[in-house]
């Protein structure tokens, strides 16, 4: 063997030596790749949301290049991204909560209660967020620690809630409309410059569960409990603990999402968050998250969210009758789905 064929055994051990180390790099070694590769979920939602708007634009350009269509879609966005983002842990965790929709029902009411009663409604988005919070671990208890599946307990929470709201109001709504004045409201659901303020609290939220979900202890700990629930108690996770935790999260969301509503239509309904169920799960999925949990996208769930929030909008303002809505969701969820079904790097 030649002198300038043996390696070079001083070089640091796991590190090339050479003119091989100068020509080989790992293809994730460009920043630009690696960012591709590492949120291929979410840019993969990204373009479905950006070939939608195009395609509503060309049909109908006058209304797309318009302000208004755009800020009442950032009105009630908002109500959608605050489940939507939780359920991406939940779904993670492999688990899925359907009970949300009586959540933010119930806990909006207390919200409405309060006010009503003349408190303050800061009081009142208290009382709200502790109801959500116990909900929540009530509901992920019943799955956790009740051995319940996750599918049948909340869906059979979703109903029981409901039912109870129904049976103490017998389907009366609440007129809140001394929100309008009161500093709450023009903190959370006033507007600055024509933008709707809940956007930005929206906003806030989404960057502050995507930094808890990719940034935090507890994302991790949410990924490896839903990837393998063995190796996760092999590592010392409490996977019990983690999992009641995903649940009270959407519990939070949902109660926030539900406080929201009845400040933007200064009225609380008993079908409060009713119309959600399928709009955010499908938000969820077309942004990217796979049913098999491990894995997921907070960023890509807020997308999904704008997207299907659009949808309706968008189809109504291109010239189509409402008929064509349910059609437009039913096509767009499959194809985002297998988009990402083929663009996901890993399958189970």
Known sequence: MSKTMEPDLQAPLGRASGQAAKEWRHPSDHWLRGFVLDNRAALGSLAVFVVMMAIFMIANPT??????????VLTTLPVALFVVVPLVFVVTCDEIDLSFPATMGFASWVFALVVQAGYDPFLGIAAALLTGTLLGFLVGSLVVYGGLSSLIATLGMNFLLRGLIQIINEGKSTALTSLANSRAYA????????????IFWAIAFV???ALLYNRHRFGAQVKV??????????????????RVK???????????????????NFTWWPTAGDGYLLPVLASVFVGGTPTWGGIGTVVGGAIGAVTVSFIQTGVVAAGL??????FFNGLIIILSLLGHKWNQARYR
Do not use: E, H
């Open 225 to 242: 409990v839903g990837d393998n629930p063995d190796s996760a108690r092999q590592m010392g996770i409490d996977v019990k603990r983690v």
């Open 63 to 72: 209304v797309f290049t318009t302000w208004y269509l755009y800020s009442s």
């Open 187 to 198: 903190i959370f659901s006033s507007q600055i410059w024509g933008v709707p303020v809940q």
């Open 246 to 264: 995903v649940f009270v999260f959407v519990g939070i969301g949902a109660a926030i999402a539900g406080t929201f509503s009845v400040m933007i």
């Open 321 to 326: 009758s409402g008929f064509y809505v349910q």
């Open 207 to 209: 960057v502050f569960s």
